[in-house]
């Protein structure tokens, strides 16, 4: 259980880095990539970590951070003496462990290079395949690459190619306006060129395809077609006048299709000169619907436990802090909080096995959340340990909603191996005061409480009261 606490916790750092790195606007690109890689070595502790571009059969690296003198961006290589073609066949992560004992011995790339670790996923850019993002070894990895690790590596794909896809379309806007007219219709962003009046008098094939219009419909009309309502037209106006007036812009908006769903762009918009004293806006525009909805899982998964999709300990200790100023603010706010540990957990994953463990986590975090109201917070803190913040509720109320959670636990039963197991829980709580300096305190109070409620014949309520007295 450690360890898959320990592998989460260093996915989670990792996602971190990587939502900090993308944030950064004062490095370029390539160094943004590359600080990319670090962050994937790192966490795969491999030594070689490469994003390539792949064209026919030749495999450029574009971007690497490999130990000095190995490897250097630009370098080509044939694309088929490398893990990478196998990668692209399959179309999804190709994870080796230890080369010569897998289905890949004899590979090109291990003959070739001597590389016996791999892991690496396809990179796309606008739905194409740009290339891969692959991390390498040749050493074979100490740990078996399990779901999480794939799913990560998939997470770094789709991250390298939505930055990608960001800045390409940022290069485009520093295109001049000869080049404008030569890449208009094929550009991979779409390009919607307004006049003062707001009417459209050019829309290129991208961004046809993204709002579900024909070029003619949208010729016919003006932007007012794809605005979601009033509101969001005088502001756009807003910002249509601004980049007339020669001021770059940069906005995210939200755009309404013919025949599907809102779609959230990144527009980018420049004057553009469309005849003798009058100037119009040129709009680069990107779909970064799937972008955001990626970050927004990436940071879901940062405060998330992956076993149970409860709050992690790091997050729940923050939201615990939050409570606690909001308590010393008011002096009169009470809250309550309780920590569970599921009695005789080591025995169970010892009789029954890991799998079956997790399974009674998982039961047991779905009882606490059949018993949440909106406001209250949850979170796993530990193996079989979890914790709960009941705001504005007295000890009274907390202890009566405790043991009822006890009893929902002793009543329910698992079956594992055609054998019905029941688990007990102790419980311990106490009231959040405004002398808790922090959230150590509190731990270490409920704490006791819970030791007093193991120590008393477990599956059973107690509490610790001495934070009440102010």
Same mark, same amino acid.
């Given at each position: 259980m450690l360890d898959k606490l320990e592998i989460v916790e260093r996915q989670n750092n990792a996602l971190q880095k990587l939502n900090e790195i993308a944030s950064i606007s004062n490095i370029n690109p390539k160094e943004t990539l590359r600080q990319a890689l670090i962050v994937g070595k790192e966490y795969y502790g491999l030594e070689f970590a490469i994003v390539s571009h792949i064209v026919g059969e030749d495999y450029t690296i574009e971007v690497q951070s490999s130990p000095t003198e190995t490897l250097y961006d630009g370098q080509l290589f044939a694309l088929g003496s490398t893990y990478c073609k196998t990668t692209l066949e399959i179309d999804d992560v190709l994870a080796i462990t230890d080369v010569t004992k897998s289905k890949y011995v004899g590979h090109p790339c291990h003959k070739e290079f001597e590389l016996v670790s791999y892991i690496g996923a396809p990179v796309r850019v606008n739905g194409i395949v740009y290339g891969t993002i692959n991390f390498s070894s040749p050493t074979a990895r100490h740990l078996e690459y399990d779901d999480i690790d794939i799913e990560f590596m998939r997470l770094l794909a789709r991250w390298a190619g939505a930055f990608l896809e960001r800045q390409f379309a940022l290069d485009e806007l520093s295109l001049t306006k000869k080049r404008f007219e030569l890449i208009f219709e094929n550009n991979a962003s779409g390009i919607l060129v307004v006049d003062e009046n707001r009417s459209i008098i050019m829309a290129n094939k991208r961004f046809c395809e993204m709002i579900g219009y024909s070029k003619n419909e949208l010729l016919e009309g003006d932007v007012t077609i794809f605005h979601t309502s009033k509101k969001s037209s005088e502001i756009f106006q807003?910002?249509? =006048?601004?980049?007339?007036?020669?001021? =770059? $812009?940069?906005?995210?908006?939200?755009?309404?299709?013919?025949?599907?769903? /809102?779609?959230?762009?990144?527009? %980018?918009?420049?004057? *553009?000169?469309?005849?003798?004293?009058?100037?119009?806006?040129?709009?680069?525009?990107?779909?970064?619907?799937?972008?955001?909805?990626?970050?927004?899982?990436?940071?879901?998964?940062?405060?998330?436990?992956?076993?149970?999709?409860?709050? !992690?300990?790091?997050? %729940?200790?923050?939201?615990?802090?939050?409570?606690?100023?909001?308590?010393?603010?008011?002096?009169?706010?009470?809250?309550?909080?309780? @920590?569970?540990?599921?009695?005789?957990?080591?025995?169970?994953?010892?009789?029954?096995?890991?799998?079956?463990?997790?399974?009674?986590?998982?039961?047991?975090? !779905?009882?606490?959340?059949? !018993?949440?109201?909106?406001?209250? =917070?949850?979170?796993?803190?530990?193996?079989?340990?979890?914790? @709960?913040?009941?705001?504005?509720?007295?000890?009274?109320?907390?202890?009566?909603?405790?043991?009822? *959670? $006890?009893?929902?636990?002793?009543?329910?039963? *698992?079956?594992?191996?055609?054998?019905?197991?029941?688990?007990?829980?102790?419980?311990?709580?106490?009231?959040?005061?405004?002398?808790?300096?922090?959230?150590?305190?509190? %731990?270490?109070?409920?704490?006791?409480?819970?030791?007093?409620?193991?120590? /008393?014949?477990?599956?059973?309520?107690?509490? /610790?009261?001495?934070?009440? =007295?102010?």
């Open positions: 807003h910002h249509f =006048i601004d980049a007339q007036k020669g001021s =770059i $812009r940069k906005l995210e908006y939200e755009l309404k299709p013919k025949n599907s769903k /809102n779609i959230l762009c990144e527009f %980018f918009g420049s004057p *553009i000169e469309l005849s003798k004293n009058s100037f119009g806006v040129v709009w680069s525009i990107i779909d970064i619907t799937a972008q955001k909805e990626l970050q927004h899982e990436l940071e879901k998964q940062a405060i998330t436990d992956y076993l149970t999709g409860l709050y !992690n300990r790091r997050y %729940f200790t923050n939201r615990l802090e939050e409570e606690l100023s909001r308590i010393k603010r008011s002096q009169k706010t009470v809250s309550s909080l309780l @920590m569970f540990d599921l009695d005789k957990f080591k025995l169970i994953n010892d009789t029954f096995g890991h799998l079956t463990g997790d399974t009674v986590l998982r039961e047991f975090a !779905n009882i606490l959340k059949n !018993n949440l109201r909106k406001s209250d =917070i949850i979170g796993r803190i530990g193996g079989e340990e979890f914790a @709960m913040i009941l705001p504005d509720t007295d000890l009274e109320s907390a202890v009566i909603l405790a043991d009822r *959670i $006890r009893e929902d636990v002793a009543a329910h039963t *698992i079956t594992a191996d055609w054998k019905q197991i029941h688990f007990t829980v102790s419980i311990g709580l106490t009231s959040l005061s405004c002398n808790d300096n922090n959230s150590d305190s509190a %731990f270490s109070r409920v704490d006791d409480a819970l030791y007093k409620a193991k120590k /008393n014949g477990r599956n059973r309520v107690e509490y /610790n009261v001495l934070s009440s =007295i102010s």
